[in-house]
């Protein structure tokens, strides 16, 4: 089976990388304090689910705590552990020995070392992938000229592998270094969100040698313990009259929704965090009521995408569902239109649904059952599949 | 200095020998600011974060309500490399000393919280010798450069210990440079001396000056006692 295939786990980075040719060599670059080490985590089991032989170098902590993070990330790589082989490439510096690695580099400072170890690893486990983590740590232990004298010696021994997935942490470091990124078939940046702290992180794909002119929009993503990396898409509103379906909506697709409400009514807002098809989802929902319309643009502000529920059964909420939609829809969002309750027997259809409630050209009208997780779930995915056309950038 | 004194968001190297008061002086510095409601995060580099709470408890019975009021975050890179887990209250754990990157983000991590109520804090990075001696001066300095930057933009006030005696002149200048002054301490027969170079508000250069310290605190009995450092 080709290692390449879907080799990141990543959905939105698989399909762009797709098809990957064989012995590709992929870098990961990202800034200080961005969290980047779930990325390898999870090229590294898809690797192992797929019965191939993952060599996972580390560089700045005991190897031991490698396979330890990948279980709580949700990667338990027990069953794998004739495939799974650590190379120590830390525990010479401080002195010790870490009982887990399958192999030891005696002398981590050397560039030339870790080469001929990678070239003895690669002969015993023949079309292998290889996971670097750190290389930055390299440069490190070494300097950047000799670094980059080195590398293309290294990158050569790469080759051996069915691929290869390095981290690259971009300290500030001499120019110079980049260089070496250009030795790289894919690289993919991951960076941080900044106002006096890093409160956000995305991920953009730089480069892919095999489809020149390939950069994709920016994704924003979050890390899940467990879940991996997951693309985030921070703020679906889900709008709609008064009893049409909201709530029951978010509580559906949500397993940790949350409702401000009295009385059985929505008086603040709903919210739902979903994980979906490798995305990330944080669903706020507005109160149906009209005189709460002075928060609707609060909570809708910045929204990069919206639901306007409405309840197939009455069509005389329809007027205040078209109002809502103005007052939120702005054009270019993406946004769906859910008709509810077609389980109900004098339910609208959602084609009779678009005819009286006439939505701004390209708002599909999608039938549903928000008390149907399935169903709701199929809502979500269709107005995702827009979200992610449009890009969930920072 | 003793009473707070480094100005807000200026990064103060606190430089000298072993046994010397350094880690006491640095702590003070922690103390003092808790006590008029400002929060820390203290890196650890050399020793696990029950430890370093214990030693401040010593020094501070108050200590444990500070932690308990979410004023005191923990960044323990130090159990790892004994093999100890710690769950500790306010600590992050970071799986290796040179594991960089994950020291840079529970530092930001701890700063998104502590930004939620306090406009500043002060951070303790105990300390920069144990990084230069598993690394080398350039890679400290990189990894510093970035930690101190982002820490300044996020309101911190910053302290770094570095001992004299474990690293080369070149090694030293290099971390000064990441400074806004040196706090430095040395002992000379029976006497312990320090002195304050660049944190003022003009970067005057005080005389040495003598002091004393217990493993309570640091006292300075020579001139310019009557007021603060700077």
């Known amino acids: 089976m080709s290692a390449t295939a879907g080799a990141l786990g990543i959905p939105q980075l698989d399909a762009a990388l797709a098809p990957m040719p064989a012995r590709s060599t992929i870098l990961v670059a990202n800034d200080p304090g961005v969290e980047a080490d779930t990325f390898l985590y999870q090229a590294a089991y898809r690797q192992l689910e797929r019965g191939r032989t993952v060599v996972y170098a580390v560089f700045n902590r005991p190897p031991s705590s490698v396979a330890r993070a990948m279980r709580e990330y949700g990667f338990d790589t027990t069953p794998y552990a004739r495939q799974f082989l650590l190379l120590d490439g830390y525990s010479a510096l401080l002195g010790t020995r870490d009982p887990g690695a399958a192999y030891r580099l005696d002398n981590p400072t050397s560039i030339d070392d870790f080469g001929l170890l990678l070239e003895t690893v690669s002969r015993e486990h023949r079309d292998a992938a290889l996971i670097v983590d750190p290389l930055s740590n390299l440069v490190d232990v070494l300097s950047v000229p000799e670094f980059v004298r080195k590398f293309p010696l290294l990158r050569q021994t790469l080759n051996h592998f069915e691929l290869t997935v390095a981290l690259f942490t971009q300290w500030p470091y001499a120019d110079d270094v980049s260089k070496v990124f250009s030795d790289f078939d894919v690289v993919i940046a991951l960076r941080g969100v900044e106002d006096r702290v890093l409160f956000g992180q995305y991920f953009a794909l730089q480069r892919a040698n095999w489809k020149p002119g390939l950069s994709t929009k920016p994704q924003l993503y979050k890390t899940h313990k467990p879940g991996g990396v997951h693309v985030y898409v921070p703020k679906i509103v889900v709008t709609g009259a008064y009893t049409a379906g909201k709530t029951t909506f978010i509580h559906a697709v949500s397993d940790t929704a949350k409702s401000a409400n009295f009385e059985g009514s929505t008086v603040a807002l709903d919210h739902g965090q979903v994980r979906i098809d490798g995305l990330s989802v944080d669903l706020f929902g507005t109160p149906g009521q009209e005189r709460f319309d002075p928060i609707l643009s609060t909570i809708a502000g910045q929204a990069l995408g919206m639901i306007l529920m409405v309840d197939s059964t009455a069509p005389e909420t329809f007027d205040r569902a078209r109002d809502m939609l103005n007052k939120i829809y702005r054009e270019g969002l993406p946004a769906i239109v859910c008709a509810n309750k077609q389980d109900l027997p004098n339910a609208l259809s959602p084609s009779d649904v678009h005819a009286r409630l006439r939505p701004p050209p390209g708002v599909q009208v999608v039938g549903c059952r928000a008390n149907d997780r399935a169903s709701s779930q199929e809502v979500l995915r269709r107005l995702l599949e827009q979200v992610l056309k449009t890009g969930v950038s920072a | ?230």
């Open chain 2, 1 to 230: 200095m003793l009473d707070g004194g480094v100005p807000d968001h200026a990064t103060a190297l606190i430089y000298g020998p072993p046994f010397v008061g350094k880690e006491v002086l640095a702590r003070q510095f922690i103390l003092t600011g808790l006590r008029k409601g400002i929060p820390a995060i203290l890196v650890l580099t050399n020793a696990t974060a029950p430890e370093t709470h214990e030693r401040l408890r010593q020094m501070d019975p108050k200590f444990d309500e500070h932690v308990r009021a979410g004023l005191v975050r923990f960044v323990d890179a130090y159990s790892p490399t004994i093999g100890a887990s710690v769950q500790h209250p306010g600590t992050e754990q970071v799986d290796g000393l040179l594991n960089f990157n994950a020291v840079t983000a529970a530092v930001n991590n701890a700063q998104r919280v502590l930004l939620r109520h306090h406009p500043g804090h002060h951070l303790l990075f105990e300390s920069v010798s144990t990084l230069v001696a598993y690394t080398n001066a350039q890679t400290a300095f990189r990894f510093l450069q970035v930690l101190v930057g982002r820490s300044r933009a996020a309101g911190a006030t910053s302290i770094l210990l570095l001992e004299r005696g474990m690293h080369s002149e070149e090694e030293v200048q290099t971390i000064k440079h990441l400074s806004s002054g040196v706090i430095e301490l040395k002992s000379e027969a029976t006497r312990l001396l320090l002195r304050v170079e660049g944190l003022g508000v003009d970067g005057t250069a005080y005389p040495w000056m003598e002091y004393r310290f217990s493993e309570k605190s640091v006292e300075v009995t020579g001139s310019l006692t009557a007021g603060r450092i700077r």
